[in-house]
């Protein structure tokens, strides 16, 4: 079993729709990123979190550290927004070391 | 505008060749990742470096990998001999890590395309 499992693998939506991306991990973790990466494979940092919520613009990523569920919401989606997002967080290792541990991503696809 | 520089974007190479990828990580991050991504296994971390000490390369195949931080601005992933299993992204990324952990975004090279013929 994949220590951060995401879901759904891929979502396909129409312009418009709220979207959901969700993220479960197994192991104990000091922060959670959200990434995006676009068709042309370049991966950009959405968020960071390690409790509660953040938003940036029409992106909202929310955390539940006791659930260890995670989940990062489009409102308003755009064609723009397909790409693959990646979930990954921090696995505390030994003290002063951290190790990223990703998901296997989320393809995106919102049609016009 | 700070970012992360990898080098070569795209390296075509025969089996057997040494292959070296460059990494300029932003000024000021004390943290360098090196990942390799491919369709079959997605994101994998295979080494990282805070103030330029490696601290994990377990994710790193010891025989034919090796990466080092000559200084503070370079950072260098190499494969000798290359094999065609290596084919796949390699992605440096680089952040600040304070008090075991890291305390801020994570920046990443757009990638060097390798394949391994």
């Known amino acids: 079993k994949n220590e951060v499992e995401q879901s759904p693998q891929n979502l396909t939506a129409q312009e418009g729709e709220f979207i959901t991306i969700n993220c479960s991990y197994s192991?104990?973790?000091?922060?959670l990123h959200w990434l995006q990466q676009h068709p042309g494979g370049g991966i950009v940092s959405l968020f960071m979190?390690?409790?509660g919520k953040k938003k940036h613009g029409r992106l909202i990523a929310t955390i539940n550290i006791q659930e260890k569920h995670s989940s990062l919401h489009i409102t308003a989606s755009h064609p723009r927004d397909s790409a693959v997002y990646i979930c990954?967080?921090?696995?505390?290792?030994?003290?002063?070391?951290?190790?990223?541990?990703f998901g296997q991503g989320t393809r995106l696809t919102i049609n016009p | 505008d700070a970012r992360v520089t990898q080098t070569p974007r795209h390296k075509v190479t025969e089996m057997g060749q040494e292959v070296t990828m460059r990494c300029q990580p932003i000024?000021?991050?004390?943290?360098v990742f090196w990942y390799r991504q491919t369709m079959m296994q997605g994101l994998e971390l295979l080494a990282y470096?805070?103030?330029?000490?490696?601290?994990?390369d377990s994710g790193m195949p010891k025989d034919r990998f090796s990466a080092e931080m000559p200084d503070a601005t370079l950072a260098t992933l190499k494969i000798q001999p290359s094999e065609p299993r290596d084919s796949a992204v390699y992605f440096c990324?680089?952040?600040?890590?304070?008090?075991?952990?890291?305390?801020?975004?994570?920046?990443f090279g757009e990638g060097s395309r390798l394949t391994v013929l």
């Open positions: 990324a680089s952040g600040f890590l304070l008090s075991g952990s890291l305390s801020g975004e994570l920046f």
């Open positions: 192991v104990g973790i000091s922060a």
């Open positions: 979190l390690s409790s």
């Open positions: 990954a967080v921090l696995d505390s290792i030994i003290q002063g070391a951290q190790k990223l541990v």
């Open positions: 000024l000021g991050h004390n943290t």
């Open positions: 470096f805070r103030n330029r000490a490696p601290l994990d």
